[in-house]
């Protein structure tokens, strides 16, 4: 991912800071989600500087187990989860009495049992939060990021195999990359059910060299191009994703991306930097 404006630099490194002290990631788990958000990093007028950086990853905080559950404003819909992020914003930030101080200089500790407090109140702690992000909980658990429907296991299922067929990403990256849709995947209207599970993949496969280059409408038109080459559509549209040849999805993608003198080998090495 290339962040090339101040604002993103800065936030990027926020992200890094907090969800290091909070959930324990590393930087490569850090930046493999943040990938959503590079867009928005790298546009000065983007809706994303209304926020604090804080605000993104507060949703990361939600247990599992509190989604499903009853809270005093009503059952946890995608508004209510809002209400929770901005609790848990608020118990980060601990504004104003923190107002001016940078996040390298938080008192962490103070940070983490703030979060606590509120996370008390819906019978949850962040040591339980760090818990369902770790490598078994994201592999073995019952319902992998909460999600228990039938179509959202199988977007996961989908996500898993295309990055590891496509990048080499393990599965605990591929959960970490995943986690962005949780607010979504779980909900059998959702918009995101929308688009077959790989269009959200290609745009991974877009090289940084041309990005800048490219509008919106570019960049989804590209996606579109790389979703159809890894599926073989509209000659396999009835294959799952279990059955392709993953020899002739790569051989397909790579042959777009050398229109633009780039190669699924160059996209890898970018995720390794």
């Given at each position: 991912?290339?962040v090339t404006?101040?604002?993103?630099?800065r936030?990027?490194?926020?992200?890094?800071?907090?969800?290091?002290?909070l959930?324990?990631?590393?930087?490569?788990?850090?930046?493999?989600w943040?990938?959503?958000?590079e867009?928005?990093?790298n546009?000065?007028?983007?809706?994303?500087?209304?926020?604090?950086?804080?605000?993104?990853?507060?949703?990361?905080?939600?247990?599992?187990?509190?989604?499903?559950?009853?809270?005093?404003?009503?059952?946890?819909?995608?508004?209510?989860?809002?209400y929770?992020?901005?609790?848990?914003?608020a118990?980060?930030?601990?504004?104003?009495?923190c107002?001016?101080?940078?996040l390298?200089?938080?008192?962490?500790?103070?940070v983490?049992?703030?979060?606590?407090g509120?996370?008390a109140?819906?019978?949850?702690?962040?040591?339980?939060?760090?818990?369902?992000?770790?490598a078994?909980?994201?592999?073995?658990?019952p319902h992998?990021?909460?999600?228990?429907?039938?179509?959202g296991?199988?977007?996961?299922?989908?996500?898993?195999?295309?990055?590891?067929?496509?990048?080499?990403?393990?599965?605990?990256r591929?959960?970490?990359?995943?986690?962005?849709?949780?607010?979504?995947?779980d909900d059998?209207?959702s918009?995101?059910?929308?688009n077959?599970?790989v269009?959200?993949?290609?745009?991974?496969?877009?090289?940084?060299?041309?990005?800048?280059?490219?509008?919106?409408?570019?960049?989804e038109?590209?996606?579109r191009r790389l979703?159809?080459?890894i599926?073989g559509?509209?000659?396999?549209?009835?294959?799952?994703?279990?059955?392709?040849?993953w020899?002739?999805?790569?051989?397909?993608?790579?042959a777009?991306l050398?229109?633009?003198?780039?190669?699924?080998?160059?996209?890898?090495r970018?995720?390794?930097?």
């Open positions: 991912m290339k404006t101040t604002d993103g630099k936030t990027v490194e926020e992200w890094v800071l907090a969800l290091n002290k959930l324990g990631w590393d930087r490569r788990r850090v930046m493999t943040a990938t959503h958000y867009g928005a990093l546009d000065d007028a983007s809706q994303l500087w209304r926020e604090y950086s804080v605000f993104y990853i507060a949703y990361l905080l939600i247990p599992d187990s509190t989604k499903d559950k009853l809270t005093v404003r009503d059952k946890l819909t995608e508004g209510d989860r809002e929770l992020a901005r609790r848990l914003e118990a980060i930030l601990f504004l104003p009495q107002k001016g101080i940078l390298e200089n938080y008192d962490w500790d103070a983490v049992a703030r979060v606590d509120v996370l109140e819906y019978g949850e702690n962040l040591a339980n939060v760090r818990a369902q992000y770790d078994e909980a994201l592999t073995h658990a992998p990021m909460g999600v228990k429907t039938t179509r296991k199988q977007y996961i299922e989908d996500w898993v195999l295309s990055l590891q067929q496509l990048l080499g990403w393990d599965r605990m591929s959960m970490t990359w995943a986690t962005f849709y949780g607010l979504s995947i059998e209207d918009n995101l059910f929308r077959r599970s269009f959200y993949v290609a745009f991974l496969l877009i090289p940084d060299s041309i990005k800048e280059g490219l509008t919106e409408e570019d960049r038109y590209l996606a979703e159809f080459a599926l559509l509209p000659d396999h549209a009835a294959i799952s994703l279990a059955e392709l040849d020899e002739a999805s790569i051989a397909r993608v790579d777009i050398a229109e633009y003198g780039e190669s699924l080998a160059s996209v890898r970018q995720y390794e930097e």
